[in-house]
């Protein structure tokens, strides 16, 4: 059934809609869209869902609200003011941003789709488009970004499946001990920033040790051993004085 987005009213009364939200975890959303009457439709469309929807007016406030916020998901319109959606999604990933985009067209052009993929989007919907069209995406890249991320921490070539305590380098297997593999995840969850001794410490040992134990530097070292000898870049660096950052170097 295809549901044009002009009759959303008349839809939503007739479709039974399916509550992901719930009270563990809802997906948070933000639409990029300018044109009033189509943002609202999918805002209401989708809180009615169980998601979280914020909306921006145009490429800049969605950049902005991005920036500052973390969203599981962007639906982002091609054509917007201040700022185009193209621009704003290559700027997104540029910034690091890896939350799957849905792009809305208004032409059906091919030449769009592609340079839409090529500038980072997820995914395409050509307008006018059905809510369930929409929805059906939603979930999908929802769900793949939501494994993704739960289960696997990926810095570099290092690999740690949460779920398992996997640790792979290059591929090749890694043994770690339960304190080694909880400080290698604090690491590789925080490899965006510097994490001090002291955070380290609360985080991986809780206060069971005086913050003149040299128990992290102890650990760091078993790490390293373990997942940076032998390797060409090592990951693990020490920024002298504050701490300790897992990333690939630059
Ligand atoms: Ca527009």
């Known amino acids: 059934m295809v549901i044009s987005f002009y009759t959303f009213e008349s839809a939503s009364a007739s479709h039974s809609f399916t509550h992901i ?8 959303i933000l639409i990029v869209e300018d044109e009033d009457k189509i943002a609202q439709f999918i805002q209401s469309g ?19 609200m991005l920036s500052e916020s973390n969203y599981d998901l962007v639906v982002l319109d091609l054509r917007l003011p ?15 941003k890896q939350m799957p985009i849905i792009m809305l067209t208004a ?12 500038a980072g989007a997820d995914d395409y919907l050509t307008k006018p488009f059905s809510f369930e069209e929409l929805v059906a995406r939603v979930r999908a890249l ?20 949460i779920e398992t305590h996997r ?33 380290i410490l609360e985080k991986v040992w809780g206060f069971d040790f005086s913050p003149e134990s040299n128990i992290v530097e102890v650990y760091i070292n078993y790490l390293r051993d373990k ?10 660096r020490t920024i002298h004085g504050v701490g300790y950052r897992l990333c690939v170097s630059d």
């Open 167 to 199: 640790v792979r380098r290059a591929g090749k297997e890694i043994n770690l001990s339960s304190t080694e593999f909880r400080l290698l995840r604090f690491l590789m969850e925080n490899s965006h920033r510097i994490a001090s001794r002291a955070l």
């Open 227 to 236: 997942i940076d000898k032998g390797f060409e870049h090592p990951l693990i």
């Open 142 to 161: 929802g769900r793949r970004y939501s494994s993704a991320s739960q289960t696997d921490l990926v810095v570099g070539d290092l690999q740690v499946s």
């Open 107 to 118: 032409r059906d052009s091919v030449e769009d789709r592609v340079s839409g993929l090529d």
């Open 46 to 64: 989708l809180k009615s869902e169980g998601y979280a929807v914020d909306r921006a007016a145009d490429g800049e406030e969605g950049f902005f």
């Open 21 to 28: 939200g719930g009270s563990a975890f809802k997906m948070k």
């Open 82 to 96: 201040k700022m185009d959606g193209m621009t704003l999604c290559r700027m997104a990933r540029k910034a690091g």
